[in-house]
């Protein structure tokens, strides 16, 4: 079983990495509709942008405090490669599949050498902003570091830091790859949540519908910090 595990999760990382690299090469012939002008989250404030998706009650079922794993591998991030406090700059690189954010290292709790205290670096993870029939949609469920706060975030190493001069990382968790280090509580949205502009879900880690989703979210990032900070 874990020899599955281990080849699903190397499948997920090659993907990932050939949506970062294909992105790149063809990140000109994104369609005009203010994607190709992104590079700063601040961008998002003069556009319309609705969420794609919101966790909802048909995804109750699947997900619970035991579909995580447990507290004893940390719900799926212990394994990261590296721990660590981080200020978001505010920088995205959208691509065609997959999204990088910047950020500056505050503090290392776990990792090697390509990381130190003061240093920039870019993570990366599926989806991100994409056009939609003529409009920009948010594909993730799990907001966007706002530069106003700090995160604990869970990474792994991009195996093309071998070839390239500035480092890159790839998200560990969809669900939990960073959490706010100022220790908040993310509401459940209210009503159809593609009323909601992206742009005034900044206080919002993730977004969900169901109240039951909700809180098994906040507890296990509640865990995580308790664990970490």
């Known amino acids: 079983m874990r020899k599955k595990h281990y080849l699903f999760f190397i499948a997920n990382i090659s993907l990932l990495l050939i949506s970062i690299i294909l992105g790149l090469v063809f990140r000109g012939s994104i369609s005009d509709c203010g994607i190709s002008h992104l590079s700063n989250i601040k961008d998002v404030k003069d556009l319309s942008i609705v969420l794609n998706y919101a966790w909802n009650e048909n995804d109750e079922g699947g997900l ?3 579909s995580f794993g447990s507290d004893v591998d940390l719900y799926g991030v212990a394994s990261a490669e590296i721990i660590a406090g981080v200020a978001p700059t505010g920088n995205i690189i959208q691509t065609e599949g ?3 954010q910047e950020f500056t290292v505050k503090e290392i709790i776990k990792g090697d050498t390509s990381l130190s205290v003061g240093n920039t670096a870019y993570v990366y993870q599926y989806f991100g902003f994409q ?3 003529g409009h920009i949609e948010f594909m993730n469920t799990l907001n966007l570091m706002i530069p106003e706060n700090n995160y604990l975030i869970f990474m792994d190493i991009s195996p093309l830091n071998a070839y390239q001069n500035e480092p890159a990382f ?3 968790s969809e669900f939990f790859g960073y959490v706010k280090i100022e220790r908040t509580i993310t509401l459940t949205l209210e009503g159809n949540y593609r009323d909601y502009n ?3 879900l900044a206080s919002y880690e993730f977004f969900s ?3 039951s989703v909700t809180k098994t979210l906040n507890y296990i990032r509640n865990e995580l910090l308790r664990k970490f900070t």
Do not use: A, C, P
Request: hydrophobic fraction near 35%; avoid cysteine; aromatic fraction near 6%.
């Open 98 to 100: 997959s999204i990088g």
């Open 198 to 200: 992206f742009s005034d």
């Open 209 to 211: 519908t169901s109240d």
């Open 131 to 133: 056009e939609v029939d």
């Open 170 to 172: 790839i998200l560990k």
């Open 64 to 66: 619970t405090l035991t």
